[in-house]
């Protein structure tokens, strides 16, 4: 066998891949090379990318300026350990990401990943509370149909039915839920919405260091849209009750709702933020947590006066790099105007999925559209037909949704959209 050639059967034997099974027979397709918003298969075909590689790809894939902005900073330095050393693209990234999110929030944690960057989060969030003296707060209220992240403290506060709890219940700490949202994005939300979380916050504030959510999209968990009326609702709430209030912008952050972060459809801040996916443009794995100087000064100038948590490759310096040219790169693209004009291609694109007696419901919000069926597909069989139709789409459970890169072309996203209704027209009802 040849390493560089036959690779195909190592990687069946060999690697296990996200969310799979080694004996699955849902095909994996051998991807030999990704430029703009094509994935190019190593069977030489070519498929437009609906997922941006899973929220991550903001301008396509092996986009020249990023590409330099990695080899720039590749012949100076590709890594160095953030003990006690410190290097300009990583406090050029921190400064740009004070800059541009909600204020207060003012210092920023570096992590490798969107799940680590919610431990940090937490981790924050009890230390500060320790830090006051109030020890017993260190549970987390969430949202059922959230996703957080696939660690510990990150799946704790995952909806505990997608996230599998029972199987992890030994271990897992638990925590506290509410439902869902029911008021639906650009609908008003009654204070009958917001009881179930007004009742937690009452009874259990004492054990409770934070409020941990998805603002208006939850992604991964069910891909929701809801109210900024239920945000504004909800931030009232922590500080009636004295609770944090934890935004994971991990999948929304970086213009992808048609904000720059979604907190901003309601006019809040959060306590604590958290980036990542698409804040290197795809290109490296990086995540943030962004928290105020209030917190951050407090679990300072308390005992242990530390900051618990320090990642071997916190604010790699590739990472930190791509990271700087990729926000730059949508700082000056009219991204506000792609955005919109995605919203609506998807909106028109999928419209007709409605009438299918397959789908259940059909949403857009920004650059996010969500065809919502009856029934869970079988990936054995919908995988290879949107690689038949020549993309990339990428269901789970009963959601079909799209996220193209923001530099998709009118004809690219029309090619998209009628893939998914002949794919999904197609479905057994
Ligand atoms: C993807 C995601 C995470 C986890 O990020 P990883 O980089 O996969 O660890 C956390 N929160 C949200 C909202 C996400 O979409």
Same mark, same amino acid.
Not at 42 to 63: F, P
Not at 131 to 139: H, P, W
């Given at each position: 066998?040849?390493?560089?050639?036959?690779?195909?059967?190592? +990687?069946?034997?060999?690697?296990? =891949? *996200?969310?799979?099974?080694?004996?699955?027979?849902?095909?994996?397709?051998?991807?030999?090379?990704?430029?703009?918003?094509?994935?190019?298969?190593?069977?030489?075909?070519?498929?437009?990318?609906?997922?941006?590689?899973?929220?991550?790809?903001? =301008?396509?894939?092996?986009?020249?300026?990023?590409?330099?902005?990695?080899? +720039?900073?590749?012949?100076?330095?590709?890594?160095?350990?953030?003990?006690?050393?410190? =290097?300009?693209?990583?406090?050029?990234?921190?400064?740009?990401?004070?800059?541009?999110?909600?204020?207060?929030?003012?210092?920023?944690?570096?992590?490798?990943?969107?799940?680590?960057?919610?431990?940090?989060?937490?981790?924050?969030?009890?230390?500060?509370?320790?830090?006051?003296?109030?020890?017993?707060?260190?549970?987390?209220?969430?949202?059922?149909?959230?996703?957080?992240?696939?660690?510990?403290?990150?799946?704790?506060?995952?909806?505990?039915?997608?996230?599998?709890?029972?199987?992890?219940?030994?271990?897992?700490?638990?925590?506290?839920?509410?439902?869902? *949202?029911?008021?639906?994005?650009?609908?008003?939300?009654?204070?009958?919405?917001?009881?179930?979380?007004?009742?937690?916050?009452?009874?259990?504030?004492?054990?409770?260091?934070?409020?941990?959510?998805?603002?208006?999209?939850?992604?991964?968990?069910?891909?929701?849209?809801?109210?900024?009326?239920?945000?504004?609702?909800?931030?009232?709430?922590?500080?009636?009750?004295?609770?944090?209030?934890?935004? +994971?912008?991990?999948?929304?952050?970086?213009?992808?709702?048609?904000?720059?972060?979604?907190?901003?459809?309601?006019?809040?801040?959060?306590?604590?933020?958290?980036?990542?996916?698409?804040?290197?443009?795809?290109?490296?794995?990086?995540?943030?947590?962004?928290?105020?100087?209030?917190?951050?000064?407090?679990?300072?100038?308390?005992? *242990?006066?530390?900051?618990?948590?320090? *990642?071997?490759?916190?604010?790699?310096?590739?990472?930190?790099?791509?990271?700087?040219?990729?926000?730059?790169?949508?700082?000056?693209?009219?991204?506000?105007?792609?955005?919109?004009?995605?919203?609506?291609?998807?909106?028109?694109?999928?419209?007709?999925?409605?009438?299918?007696?397959?789908?259940?419901?059909?949403?857009?919000?920004?650059?996010?559209?969500?065809?919502?069926?009856? =029934?869970?597909?079988?990936?054995?069989?919908?995988?290879?037909?949107?690689?038949?139709?020549?993309?990339?789409?990428?269901?789970?459970?009963?959601?079909?949704?799209?996220?193209?890169?923001?530099?998709?072309?009118?004809?690219?996203?029309?090619?998209?959209?009628?893939?998914?209704?002949?794919?999904?027209? +197609?479905?057994?009802?």
């Amino acid at each position: 066998m040849n390493k560089q050639t036959d690779w195909i059967g190592y +990687d069946k034997n060999y690697v296990w =891949h *996200p969310y799979s099974s080694m004996n699955s027979e849902v095909p994996v397709f051998p991807v030999a090379s990704a430029s703009g918003v094509k994935i190019k298969l190593q069977d030489g075909s070519e498929l437009i990318d609906g997922m941006s590689s899973w929220w991550c790809a903001l =301008h396509g894939y092996n986009h020249p300026v990023l590409n330099k902005a990695v080899t +720039d900073q590749l012949h100076s330095m590709s890594h160095i350990m953030f003990g006690g050393l410190t =290097h300009q693209p990583a406090a050029q990234l921190a400064s740009t990401l004070v800059e541009i999110t909600p204020q207060p929030l003012q210092t920023v944690f570096f992590s490798d990943s969107g799940s680590v960057a919610v431990e940090v989060a937490m981790k924050m969030a009890i230390q500060y509370w320790g830090a006051l003296g109030q020890t017993k707060k260190q549970r987390f209220v969430s949202l059922r149909s959230g996703y957080h992240g696939d660690t510990f403290a990150a799946m704790s506060v995952c909806d505990p039915v997608t996230g599998m709890h029972s199987l992890f219940s030994e271990t897992l700490t638990q925590q506290f839920f509410v439902d869902s *949202p029911r008021c639906l994005f650009n609908e008003p939300c009654s204070d009958n919405d917001i009881a179930a979380l007004r009742k937690i916050l009452e009874d259990s504030h004492q054990q409770i260091a934070a409020v941990i959510l998805e603002p208006i999209v939850q992604g991964a968990g069910g891909m929701h849209f809801y109210s900024a009326d239920y945000l504004i609702k909800a931030r009232q709430l922590c500080d009636e009750f004295n609770v944090l209030l934890i935004a +994971d912008e991990i999948a929304t952050g970086f213009g992808r709702t048609g904000k720059l972060f979604a907190c901003e459809f309601a006019n809040i801040s959060a306590d604590i933020l958290c980036v990542g996916k698409s804040l290197t443009g795809g290109y490296m794995t990086l995540a943030a947590t962004l928290t105020t100087e209030n917190i951050s000064r407090t679990i300072s100038e308390n005992p *242990p006066g530390v900051f618990m948590h320090g *990642p071997t490759f916190m604010a790699n310096p590739l990472a930190c790099a791509v990271a700087n040219a990729s926000i730059k790169l949508l700082q000056d693209s009219d991204w506000q105007q792609k955005v919109k004009t995605i919203e609506s291609l998807l909106a028109s694109g999928l419209a007709q999925c409605v009438d299918f007696p397959q789908v259940e419901d059909v949403r857009v919000l920004g650059a996010i559209g969500v065809v919502e069926l009856k =029934h869970p597909v079988d990936m054995k069989t919908i995988q290879p037909a949107f690689v038949e139709q020549g993309v990339w789409v990428r269901p789970f459970g009963k959601l079909v949704y799209l996220m193209p890169p923001l530099i998709m072309s009118e004809v690219d996203l029309k090619t998209l959209t009628d893939a998914v209704v002949k794919v999904v027209s +197609d479905l057994p009802g």
